[in-house]
């Protein structure tokens, strides 16, 4: 499909388990971010990637949270231990890159993540 | 710091005008932006504004910017149940140079028939 893509779409794991989400970006867009939409915090920046760099990891919520992208394409975030108020749910988005308008992001369906 | 503030809930009646309201306060913000979530799906970008800018139209969609009072509104003409849905204002903050998108906590908007 030509719209950024993201797995498991819902997931849910034991406390203290790590989890690994997925995001498949649109094609040639350089810029990707990840976002959490929980009920307590609404939406909120996780972290952004330029190409296969992270200048902005400024909103990961602890060191229990890390993301990487590898081809300047697939991003996975990885949850280690989770924890209950980890559940939330996890939305990718992507963009052609700061050097084009950056206005518009394109998001997938997200990753409901449970944690029991 | 950066913060977006929304009302939470909008209730109207179909054919009616829906004016949904934000506000920020970076006053330095270069594109705000609102975006609408239905149930069980993802965001979708409605329309933005640059920061330069009053007012943009866009058929039913119509966005006016308060830059001195950084305050930023929806108005949806004619809405229709298919209007339903969480209306997110976000920013991208002047100070960033990622892009990156702060969200208001969303206004969800109900429209009886």
């Known amino acids: 499909g030509a719209g950024v893509s993201q797995s498991p779409s819902n997931k849910v794991t034991e406390k203290g388990k790590d989890v690994e989400l997925r995001c498949d970006p649109i094609?040639?867009?350089?810029?990707l971010y990840w976002y959490r939409q929980s009920l307590g915090q609404g939406l909120e920046f996780l972290i952004y990637?330029?190409?296969?760099?992270?200048?902005?990891k400024s909103g990961l919520p602890s060191d229990r949270f890390s993301a990487e992208r590898t081809g300047g394409s697939v991003s996975t975030l990885t949850i280690q231990r989770t924890q209950q108020e980890d559940s939330a749910v996890y939305l990718c988005?992507?963009?052609?890159?700061?050097?084009?308008?950056?206005?518009?992001?394109?998001f997938g369906p997200g990753t409901r993540l449970t944690v029991t | 710091g950066e913060d977006v503030e929304q009302s939470l809930f909008l209730s109207v009646r179909e054919g009616d005008s829906s004016v949904i309201n934000c506000t920020y306060t970076?006053?330095?913000?270069?594109?705000l932006y609102w975006y609408k979530q239905e149930p069980g799906a993802g965001l979708q970008l409605l329309t933005y504004?640059?920061?330069?800018?009053d007012m943009k139209q866009d058929q039913r969609l119509t966005v006016l910017l308060n830059k001195k009072d950084k305050h930023l509104s929806l108005r949806i003409a004619d809405t229709q149940t298919g209007d339903s849905a969480i209306y997110f204002c976000?920013?991208?903050?002047?100070?960033?140079?990622?892009?990156?998108?702060?969200f208001g906590q969303g206004t969800t908007l109900q429209v009886k028939p």
């Open positions: 990637f330029q190409g296969n760099s992270a200048p902005d």
């Open positions: 970076d006053s330095s913000s270069t594109y």
């Open positions: 504004i640059f920061s330069n800018m």
């Open positions: 094609s040639g867009h350089t810029a």
């Open positions: 988005a992507s963009t052609r890159g700061l050097a084009f308008s950056s206005y518009e992001q394109y």
């Open positions: 976000a920013e991208t903050p002047g100070s960033s140079n990622t892009g990156k998108l702060i």
